[in-house]
């Protein structure tokens, strides 16, 4: 083990959010509504099987007739919107030397398709930027974060039309354009798998209104990549020197015992996960999808140049959240493991979090020096973390030594990976300050070095306060992590 190293120099340390998980202020200064704003806020005992987050027809046209269904969490989110100063100036005293977010597309495009942008959104996120950069921190922007506009939804069924295509591209042009001088680093889409576990949430597409769910997720999929590939080409106009990324949900899956069928049934997990990355980082679907889509009655209508644009406009690096790994069985018996949309078998050598995520600082070292070795392209960790109940003291404190342990395990291993010849661009930690959680839409399952007075009712004062950890990071920053 490789101890007190430095890490590279110019290495980017700093944390990860999204727009619709914090900002708040869902429908002010023209914003329009995102599919995001339509989540409402489930109790535990009322959660679906694996936390789906799917929405229905009949359920969209409650929420939208104004009836009070539920709280919508992330409509209120921690009202970074109005706080993005006292944040901003928080993560500048951590020694921030990045900050990960997303834009709100329809804060910027009302309703996706808009012909001309929303200047007050516009400004929102100028302003955000010229904070950040009155610190010194770099602005690392996702430009698609589980934010399809919701007029999206109502016109196309959301990526599943191929004029969103269009829109995207609009929107992101308008950004690069405005943003030119202020934002180097960008990604095109969150999670981009996230279309095919939760097509609402990663696409805006309502499964009750396709004949064939599958082929409706993997054909919204097809269009981003093919929007994806043109808006990275757009930002390498108009911005010249940006850093243009993909970013996927990780899922390492070993497999679970050395019986060939749950190494071949690994491998295959493995696949359908690294399938994401390999359009974009190789520009071509790979020849094992082929089976799937076959099996599966997939068949995706291309358009003449689809395959050009895909070859031909790659990423300049490869992101993805890190939070677990996964196991894999032949014949699947016995205790499962839980993530926010993803399963498996327990892994019996490993200790779970609060919400049932197998934590594995040592599957992090490997899945980089897998994910180097596919790609040869700049890596970029741009979520990692743990979601944990916290306790505040009397005195206001709060003692989260488990999330440091987490988080420096992690950080050790994330060395090693380096040392063994892996290229890391940087690590953006979730959810630096509590935000609410993508899955569940609680603000109990909280992840930040900075305390947010807020509970899963929507009570609080939304007061920051600062854990344990905070001095912590702070520390590992300015020691360019030789001090974890
Ligand atoms: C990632 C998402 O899947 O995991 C984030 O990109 C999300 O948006 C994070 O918040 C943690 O998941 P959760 O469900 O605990 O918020």
Request: proline residues 4%; glycine residues 8%; negative net charge.
């Amino acid at each position: 083990t490789i101890t007190n190293k430095e890490f590279p120099k110019g290495f980017l340390w700093g944390g990860a959010t999204a727009a619709n998980q914090l900002e708040g202020a869902f429908d002010q200064d023209g914003k329009g509504l995102s599919s995001a704003d339509l989540v409402a806020y489930i109790p535990k005992d009322q959660r679906k099987k694996d936390n789906a987050i799917e929405i229905t027809s009949d359920e969209i046209e409650k929420i939208l007739s104004g009836e009070k269904v539920a709280r919508y969490p992330k409509r209120e989110g921690i009202d970074f919107y109005h706080r993005y100063k006292e944040d901003i100036a928080l993560f500048a005293e951590m020694g921030f030397k990045v900050f990960r977010l997303s834009l709100n597309w329809a804060r910027i495009f009302p309703n996706g398709d808009d012909q001309e942008p929303n200047e007050a959104g516009l400004k929102f996120y100028d302003d955000v930027f010229d904070e950040l950069h009155k610190y010194g921190i770099e602005p690392l922007v996702t430009l698609s974060h589980y934010e399809t506009p919701y007029g999206l939804t109502e016109k196309y069924n959301g990526w599943l039309g191929r004029e969103v295509i269009g829109c995207f591209e609009r929107y992101a042009k308008t950004v690069f354009t405005r943003y030119k001088d202020k934002v180097k680093y960008w990604l095109t889409f969150n999670e981009i798998n996230m279309i095919t576990l939760s097509p609402f949430t990663g696409g805006g597409i309502v499964s009750d209104r396709t004949e064939h769910p599958l082929q409706a997720q993997y054909q919204g999929l097809h269009h981003q990549f093919v929007a994806s590939a043109l808006v990275t080409k757009a930002c390498h106009a108009i911005i010249p020197g940006a850093k243009i990324g993909c970013m996927l949900a990780r899922m390492e899956t070993y497999p679970n015992t050395p019986n060939p069928l749950d190494v071949r049934k690994a491998q295959l997990e493995n696949q359908m996960n690294l399938f994401f990355t390999d359009v974009h980082a190789r520009g071509e679907y790979p020849n094992y999808m082929n089976r799937f889509f076959k099996e599966n009655q997939i068949s995706i209508k291309k358009e003449d140049g689809d395959d050009e644009i895909l070859k031909e406009y790659t990423v300049d690096y490869v992101s993805f959240s890190y939070y677990m790994s996964l196991t894999a069985s032949a014949s699947p018996e016995g205790e499962r493991a839980q993530g926010n949309l993803f399963g498996g078998v327990k892994n019996p050598y490993l200790e779970s979090s609060d919400w049932g995520w197998q934590i594995d600082p040592i599957g992090l070292r490997i899945m980089l020096n897998d994910m180097y070795d596919r790609y040869q392209k700049p890596l970029f960790l741009v979520e990692n973390g743990l979601g944990a109940y916290d306790r505040v003291e009397e005195d206001g404190s709060i003692h989260d030594d488990y999330r440091i342990d987490y988080l420096r395990k992690h950080i050790e291993q994330m060395r090693e990976a380096i040392e063994d010849g892996v290229d890391l661009m940087g690590y953006t930690s979730w959810g630096p300050i509590d935000l609410v959680s993508m899955s569940t839409s609680e603000m109990t399952k909280r992840y930040g070095f900075i305390y947010v007075d807020l509970d899963d009712d929507g009570n609080g004062t939304l007061k920051r306060s600062k854990k344990d950890s905070f001095d912590w990071y702070k520390k590992v920053i300015e020691s360019n992590g030789v001090e974890l």
